[in-house]
């Protein structure tokens, strides 16, 4: 199976930019999704294929993808989005799934 | 509105088995793909297994291969995670979610979770 890394942990002051990035061997055949996960509760989507928002999510939200990297970038984040952000995508062999190590982000 | 209610968990002893459900309601359940992803405690998300939408195909990860075992029944709207041979490393809060198309990974909806604890 292949694995999907995340920084641990990055920051960004409040209202400026931040970009997390997902690198992983499958990610040059298959899309990474991106999830926020905030303490104690369950993860919501707000990012999938190459930049698609579910409908309630933000537009500071937005994914985008090159090689084997895919990145989640929150422009002008806000208190709220401070929160656990993983990105997920199939496997390399396409019949298994995988979530990647996961980044906690805190706004400043 | 769509909802995904887990329920099952609980504290088991090593060894022993458990089983685990997911009723859904609001969408039609026959329709999607369903996963099983779980969350040891302080760590990060991990995908356990996939069921298709008509049974047809299950994969699993390797940490849970040859003991847990996904299934549904269509007719009442309910997902289940039947755990055998459970370790202490099983310990986790587990969440149900369906994958908006299958294979796409994009899992739109999820339950809140059941924990399982794995103790003696």
């Known amino acids: 199976s292949s694995e999907l890394t995340q920084d641990p942990a990055v920051s960004v002051a409040l209202r400026q930019t931040v970009r997390i990035t997902c690198q992983g061997d499958s990610l040059r055949s298959y899309s990474a999704n991106w999830y926020q996960q905030k303490p104690g509760q369950a993860p919501v989507l707000v990012i999938y294929g190459k930049n698609n928002r579910p409908s309630g999510i933000p537009d500071r939200f937005s994914g985008s993808s090159s090689g084997n990297t895919a990145s989640l970038t929150i422009t002008g984040a806000q208190a709220e989005d401070e929160a656990d952000y993983y990105c997920?995508?199939?496997?390399?062999?396409?019949?298994?799934?995988?979530f990647g190590t996961g980044t906690k982000v805190t706004v400043l | 509105q769509v909802h995904l209610v887990e329920s099952g968990g609980g504290v088991v002893q090593p060894g022993r088995s458990l089983r685990l459900s997911c009723v859904v309601s609001e969408f039609t359940f026959s329709n999607y793909a369903m996963h099983w992803v779980r969350q040891a405690p302080g760590k990060g998300l991990e995908w356990v297994a996939v069921i298709w939408y008509d049974g047809t195909n299950k994969y699993y990860a390797e940490s849970v291969k040859g003991r847990f075992t996904i299934s549904r029944d269509n007719s009442k709207n309910t997902l289940y995670l039947q755990m055998n041979s459970l370790r202490a490393e099983d310990t986790a809060v587990y969440y149900c979610?369906?994958?908006?198309?299958?294979?796409?990974?994009?899992?739109?909806?999820w339950g809140q979770g059941t924990l399982v604890t794995v103790s003696s």
């Open positions: 997920n995508s199939r496997d390399s062999s396409g019949n298994l799934y995988v």
């Open positions: 979610a369906r994958e908006i198309l299958v294979v796409t990974a994009i899992f739109d909806y």
